[in-house]
């Protein structure tokens, strides 16, 4: 129902809205009850010249914000794509001293000036978790954790313990700590009776954006896609309404042995599956190391195989070579049509791979002729 324009629409507008309110049970409104509302909501009017602070992210992958304080994000993907390490790896990036470089598979959280960070695991056994948090500081070169860290050991316990558990740490932070960064939650789903029910689903995330916007941190939730299925369709009524809460929501694919982590979801800058995070299991130092994104591989590929053709050209030729005699050998080496090896040509030349000299003959990349 849009606002009315003049008295007369007013005033029809507070008839009509009088009328549905008595139907639901609510007090007929007037119009002093009208004005104020209007006026509390003040605060919440766009005002173009005053605009909030500029927030930086809290996490980031490969550079990309992720989350950002007051908001939540989705981890999703099927059992085994390596969800859990990642959280490990980014509780590594934080726990890691200032300025040691760690292999975080991608992840990014700078805790500079030492806020709380909360780890909640209610998926994973004791001893798994205990691993899985020995792994973390491993990764960030650590002996002893900070006291900003607390990490809670939750499997089997009814959900009103873990969001107890969460809130009292909340409070509690911003008092001994001047606040949370980050709560990580290894199994949203978890903290309600059932993801199917639809009131339910909808209070949690409710709940838990509420408390990321009122203690200025940011949530990052694992919750699993439907089991059995290919789609990105994550769990019950509760992963479609926190997925259209979520500022981002990540995948985590695993595809012959290589996790790829991307963005199915973002309100900033997207991450496409060929430029997501990937790791892989590495036996030698018995945790997951980071593997170069599909499109650096690519790259790198394509330009080995340009170097290649480059030196190839001038192999058993002399020092230098007209452009006909250069096309010749493209399209004897490549088997390619005239047309074809001319585009070759123009590549290996914009990117470097040979040069032409002041007389317009071609030379190797590294010789002069």
């Known amino acids: 129902m849009s606002a009315a324009r003049n008295p007369t629409e007013r005033n029809a507008f507070l008839e009509q809205f009088s009328a549905e309110s008595a139907g639901m049970g609510k007090p007929a409104p007037t119009m002093e009850w009208a004005m104020r509302i209007v006026e509390s909501l003040s605060p919440c009017r766009f005002d173009p010249a005053n605009p909030p602070p500029a927030i930086d992210p809290v996490i980031s992958l490969r550079g990309t914000p992720i989350v950002t304080a007051g908001n939540i994000a989705l981890l999703s993907g099927q059992a085994g794509s390596a969800k859990s390490q990642s959280f490990a790896a980014l509780l590594a990036s934080a726990l890691a001293p200032g300025g040691n470089e760690v292999?975080?598979?991608?992840?990014?959280?700078?805790?500079?000036?030492g806020k709380a960070v909360i780890y909640l695991?209610?998926?994973?056994?004791?001893?798994?978790?205990?691993?899985?948090?020995?792994?973390?500081?491993?990764?960030?070169?650590?002996?002893?954790?900070?006291p900003w860290f607390s990490a809670l050991h939750l499997t089997g316990r009814d959900p009103l313990v873990g969001c107890d558990a969460l809130l009292a740490l909340l409070w509690s932070s911003r008092e001994r700590f001047g606040g949370t960064l980050a709560v990580l939650l290894d199994g949203l789903a978890d903290l309600c009776h059932s993801p199917n029910d639809?009131?339910?689903?909808?209070?949690?995330?409710?709940?838990?954006?509420?408390?990321?916007?009122?203690?200025?941190?940011?949530?990052?939730?694992?919750?699993?896609?439907?089991?059995?299925?290919?789609?990105?369709?994550?769990?019950?009524?509760?992963?479609?309404?926190?997925?259209?809460?979520?500022e981002t929501v990540l995948t985590a694919r695993r595809s012959d042995e290589i996790i790829t982590v991307y963005t199915t979801k973002t309100r900033h800058r997207p991450i496409p599956e060929r430029d997501g995070a990937r790791f892989r299991w590495d036996d030698k130092v018995g945790m997951f190391v980071t593997e170069e994104a599909a499109t650096t591989v690519k790259s790198n590929r394509k330009a080995e195989e340009r170097k290649v053709l480059g030196d190839a050209i001038f192999d058993g030729q002399?020092?230098?070579l007209t452009h006909a005699e250069v096309v010749a050998r493209i399209v004897k080496l490549e088997n390619v049509k005239t047309d074809a090896a001319k585009k070759r040509l123009a590549v290996l030349r914009d990117k470097g791979f040979i040069h032409t000299t002041a007389t317009g003959l071609y030379c190797r990349q590294d010789e002069n002729c």
Do not use: Y
Request: aromatic residues 6%; contains cysteine.
């Open 103 to 113: 292999d975080s598979l991608g992840w990014s959280m700078p805790n500079g000036h």
């Open 121 to 146: 695991d209610f998926e994973q056994s004791q001893r798994d978790f205990h691993t899985l948090l020995e792994g973390a500081m491993r990764r960030a070169g650590v002996a002893a954790l900070p």
């Open 198 to 246: 639809e009131g339910e689903a909808f209070a949690l995330v409710r709940r838990v954006h509420g408390w990321a916007d009122e203690f200025g941190c940011a949530v990052l939730s694992i919750l699993h896609r439907n089991a059995g299925s290919d789609s990105l369709k994550m769990r019950g009524h509760l992963g479609s309404q926190a997925e259209r809460k979520a």
């Open 318 to 320: 002399a020092p230098g």
